[in-house]
């Protein structure tokens, strides 16, 4: 396949190739197939996707709707790739309209695209679907040619990807000509994403893979300051952060959660003495903010960004040549998805520096070091068979006008993601949207759909589709105010307050929690709060004050299973030790003498007494979530023989239960049985209790239930707050639990809560794993390894960490116990 002029002479004029798999990339395009493309970064991977569109569109043509719809996991994201598609559009004068439609797309610009669409329209999973539920869908994309999704793997694995599945299903009935292309650098499973792209029971599309490029450089810092046992702050290594900033064109500089980003720039601000150019970037932030900052970056103008996931993919700004990683990764295509931002060129080595926050995360930082160095990838398999999203997907259907179930049905069976829905199921779901179900079928306001007398489904008042647009979405938030920045005027001995420009969005909880004259950090400022008015929260910047750190709901990503298994190994393996700081072979050998180091097989299980209390501390390194479930369940059968359990806590690699009885003189005994204690039924009767009389499946509940549209957050000409939602939603839930237990969305919930909140797949494996292979040591003091998750019991949740004082004058006496006999 030969590109055609002019470009051939645009692609000469750069001094460029076609690279092979953009050739092929073009051929499957012009002849109308579907394909998934894997590069590596750097590699032109948005421009082989672009490619057969722009050759197609090159020629003069009259508008007959969008051409090519081009899907971005992130609105960021899709910013950026219209202004790079811009560059050749113009150089060549092709007469290509491109457009971008995001949430943050003014509604007249959307009321425009629907009267004059442009050739390519760059959008996002949710507004695809709202296209989809637009009256006017089916002459809008009749001619539509291309969809091409970018980021396949990070949309896949959420519900917004299953969300998107059935709204391609609608695109295939619009427009059964169409192809659809994937793009991807990091996956594990290219199968799995093969038959996604493709309908169900049809061959998968065909892969094309880009030639690897230069191996990354990954090193982990090798800091001259003490490394912590515990915490995850890496205040540590902010002197050494900023000399690799300092060193930099310009550093990215990722971070794990949004609080981690306010604080790890705050304290590179303060030791910016050299008065560099350091930017924040997070979610939270005003979409203006972002904008700014990302113009700064491809202006060339900045020296660093504190960044969250909202720089994780594709973008391809300025003359970025370091990313540093301020945390565990916590998986390698993670990792390298991550550093692929850093000489953001396939021949050119992307170069990164890891900073572990504590000891254990230098372990993990090693895995995923070496992981990321052998291109192991661990992204997830793609999630599917979600109810309360089909249930959804089925009202924007409806929207879009009436229709026949057997029609839907059909199409949403030949989705990657319902391909073994049965028709059982199907009618399930379409008689909860039509009725609300069996136990709320009296209500009126749970009837949206009603039958007509030709056997079609049609919505029972045209004010849904105002509310659905309003609610529709996959991801649940926590309720947010607005932070403006507020002016104080003093008249007279009275106190005026107005507010101002907005900084962006706190979670309501942290908000509530605060005191007028209270300080905290946001946009990379430190603001007193001076109150909250009917638009959000007033605050005035405080410089110099003590400040808190706001919490995000949802804000840290699991440990992967291939990286926890590589740390497992790791430890294991004292060949490999030498590889890792001397400080942390201290820890480990310290660890080694004191207690013991598990073979990669075994979990360790340590049991000690301490300050009138008993402590058993294992070593599962599973997640925060699986442990956190496993310390729940364990502490049901200790209360039940008689351990008397007084609390738990859990991290990424251990898990701490703290009692009143001595629960090594109870293994010596025989009393308690450690085989038993772990055994896989406690996945039966015990699990069922324990979910019985726990928040969890509520919360589990709650959130399947706003996306299913059962409860509506936003309301025209009002909205419920979040504490409105969840009383609602708790009375539904227990009335659905006595008079429809076989509800949908208690299906919903529980499947949300094993594959999420619980992590029960990961938990069962956990327990088939350690069958017979667990090793106990009773100690008389704690051990090394079992200071990081003690120190855990004594953290806030809502504000970050606890005192740092009192964390360190806790941290020392542990560490001093640990060690003493060494």
């Known amino acids: 396949m030969q590109l055609p002029n002019p470009f051939t002479s645009w692609f000469d004029a750069r001094g460029w190739r076609p690279r092979p798999h953009q050739l092929e990339m073009l051929a499957h395009g012009l002849a109308g197939e579907s394909a998934l493309l894997i590069s590596p970064t750097g590699g032109g991977k948005t421009l ?184 995850h702050k890496a205040l540590y290594a902010i002197p050494e952060i900023y000399a690799e900033i300092k060193k930099a064109k310009m550093a990215l500089v990722f971070v794990n959660t949004r609080s981690q980003a306010e604080l790890v720039f705050q304290e590179l601000w303060t030791a910016n003495e050299d008065h560099l150019p350091i930017a924040l970037h997070h979610g939270s932030l005003d979409v203006a903010q972002r904008r700014k900052v990302e113009a700064a970056m491809a202006a060339n103008s900045l020296k660093a960004v504190v960044c969250t996931s909202t720089l994780d993919l594709g973008i391809d700004w300025g003359d970025v040549d370091l990313v540093i990683h301020v945390g565990a990764p916590k998986g390698s295509s993670r990792l390298l998805q991550r550093i692929g931002r850093a000489n953001h060129r396939l021949d050119e080595a992307s170069n990164a520096i890891l900073v572990p926050s504590n000891r254990f995360e230098v372990l993990e930082c090693e895995a995923a070091r070496r ?103 996959t991801i649940v938030a926590e309720e947010m105010l607005k932070v403006r920045i507020a002016s104080v005027k003093n008249r007279a001995g009275k106190r005026t307050v107005t507010g101002g420009r907005v900084l962006g969005e706190l979670e309501e909880y942290f908000l509530s929690q605060l005191s007028l004259g209270d300080t905290f950090l946001f946009g990379g400022e430190v603001l007193r709060f001076e109150g909250l008015d009917d638009f959000g929260a007033l605050a005035t910047r405080a410089p110099g004050r003590d400040p808190m750190i706001p919490s995000y709901a949802g804000g840290k990503f699991p440990l992967s299973t291939y990286i926890a298994e590589r740390v497992r190994l790791l430890l294991a393996d004292r060949a490999q030790w030498q590889l890792l700081p001397t ?169 949300d809560a094993a594959d999420g909140l619980i992590d029960i797949h990961r938990l069962a494996a956990l327990l088939k794993r350690i069958k017979n292979q667990i090793l106990h040591k009773s100690l008389e003091r704690v051990s090394p390894l079992a200071v990081p998750v003690l120190l855990e019991i004594g953290r806030e949740s809502i504000y970050g960490e606890a005192d740092d004082a009192l964390l360190a004058e806790a941290a020392d006496q542990l560490e001093a116990e640990a060690t003493s006999l060494v």
């Open 583 to 751: 400080q942390v072979q201290d820890w480990l050998n310290t660890q080694n003498w004191a207690s013991a180091i598990p073979r990669a097989d075994q979990m360790l299980v340590e049991t000690f007494p301490r300050a009138e209390k008993h402590y058993l501390v294992c070593y599962p390194f599973e997640g925060r979530l699986a442990q956190q479930s496993l310390g729940m369940l364990l502490t049901r059968r200790l209360e039940r023989w008689g351990a008397k359990p007084m609390g738990f806590v859990a991290s990424e690699y251990a898990l701490v239960i703290w009692t009143l009885a001595d629960t090594s003189a109870m293994i010596a005994s025989g009393r308690l049985s450690l085989a038993k204690l772990f055994d896989e039924d406690m996945l039966g009767d015990d699990l069922e209790a324990w979910l019985a009389e726990s928040n969890l499946m509520k919360r589990s509940f709650r959130n399947c239930a706003i996306i299913a549209g059962l409860i509506e957050r936003n309301f025209p000409g009002k909205e419920k707050t979040a504490r409105q939602v969840t009383i609602n939603t708790d009375l539904i839930y227990d009335a659905l639990r006595s008079h429809q237990p076989d509800h949908v969305l208690l299906r919903a919930a529980w499947d």
């Open 371 to 473: 992981a990321a160095s052998e291109n192991a990838q661990d992204t997830e398999y793609p999630i599917v068979m979600k109810l309360d999203v089909l249930a959804q997907h089925i009202m924007a259907c409806a929207c879009a006008g009436s229709f026949f179930a057997d029609e839907v049905f059909a199409e949403v069976k030949s989705a990657f993601t319902y391909r073994h829905l049965t028709r059982a199921r199907f009618d399930q779901v379409l008689d909860y949207v039509a009725t609300g179900g069996y136990a709320l079928k009296a209500y009126e306001r749970y009837a949206k759909l009603k039958i007509d007398t030709t056997g079609r489904y049609r919505l029972t008042h045209p004010l849904l589709i105002q509310r659905y647009k309003m609610n529709m979405g």
């Open 48 to 231: 082989a996707g672009f490619l057969p569109s722009l050759v197609q569109l090159s020629e003069p043509h009259k508008n007959e709707g969008i051409h090519t719809l081009y899907v971005s996991p992130l609105k960021a994201l899709a910013v950026d790739i219209a202004r790079n598609l811009d560059a050749p559009i113009v150089d060549m004068a092709l007469p290509i309209t491109v457009e971008t439609r995001t949430g943050d797309t003014p509604h007249s610009r959307r009321l425009r695209q629907r009267s004059t669409p442009p050739d390519i329209l760059i959008t996002t999973p949710e507004q695809m679907t709202l296209l989809i539920a637009d009256p006017s869908a089916a002459h809008l994309l009749k001619n539509l040619k291309a969809v091409i999704i970018d980021e396949l793997h990070s949309i896949v694995s959420s519900k917004r990807g299953v969300l998107l599945s059935l709204a391609l299903t609608r695109l295939r009935a619009h427009a059964p000509q169409a192809r659809f292309t994937g793009l991807s650098a990091t996956v594990a499973d290219p199968d799995a994403l093969q038959a996604w792209l493709a309908p169900a029971g049809q061959t998968p599309v065909p892969l094309v893979l880009g030639r690897a490029g230069a191996a990354p450089a990954i090193h982990i810092l090798a800091s001259a300051n003490r490394v912590p046992w515990s915490g």
